[in-house]
């Protein structure tokens, strides 16, 4: 496994903008720290519950139909290419919705974000299950997944403020290399 490619897709895809943070912007500015930490609890247990159910499904679909992990591989692929053309022409300047930041919202967001779901569908097939099938190594990488999922929550409650303003004032650079680690990372699955 290309430990680089699947270290920058799990950083990029985590820490970039995307339903989660936002709400958790939001709420660090509008209802402080307390309730933004409350929310990510309940958004980090979901990530990994999807992570589980991804391993699983996988697993499952791979016993079956053996060809599937290319097709997968390639569904991964054109995600991270789509996430990367997105992130590109993202614009920062829009303001985020602000929700009741509860341990259920947050945990409910994530069966909701389109982001996650594709992400965690997407990062076992494409960088665990071509190397690795044995479930101690499974588990293993669902647990450094769901902790680099929430690292990424933490920095956007940590530095909520600072991280906007910056976001804003250099969005165009910042969407610039993010969106060519992903193109770097959609490009290493095939290599």
């Not at 920058?8 to 895809?13: G, L, S």
């Not at 929700?99 to 994530?110: D, E, I, R, W, Y």
């Not at 974000?113 to 990062?123: A, D, G």
């Not at 680099?148 to 610039?176: D, P, S």
Request: hydrophobic share 55%.
């Amino acid at each position: 496994m290309n430990i680089t490619s699947f270290l920058i897709y799990c950083f990029i895809v985590t820490i970039t903008p995307g339903p989660t943070n936002i709400v958790i912007l939001s709420t660090v500015h509008n209802l402080g720290t307390k309730k933004a930490m409350e929310y990510t609890y309940g958004a980090t247990i979901a990530f990994g519950l999807l992570l589980v159910i991804s391993v699983m499904l996988n697993i499952m679909l791979i016993t079956i139909i053996p060809k599937i992990l290319i097709v997968m591989q390639l569904i991964g692929s054109f995600y991270m290419l789509y996430l990367a053309y997105q992130i590109y022409k993202m614009d920062t300047t829009k303001p985020s919705v602000n929700q009741t930041a509860t341990f259920a919202s947050g945990f409910l967001m994530q069966f909701l974000n389109p982001k996650v779901v594709l992400f965690t569908m997407t990062i076992i097939p494409g960088f665990i299950l071509p190397y690795y099938t044995a479930m101690p190594a499974l588990t293993i990488s669902v647990i450094v997944i769901t902790i680099i999922g929430f690292l990424a929550f933490i920095t956007w409650v940590l530095f909520g403020t600072i991280f906007k303003q910056f976001l804003q004032n250099h969005k165009k650079i910042v969407n610039v290399i993010m969106a060519l680690f992903l193109v770097y990372a959609a490009i290493m699955i095939w290599i």
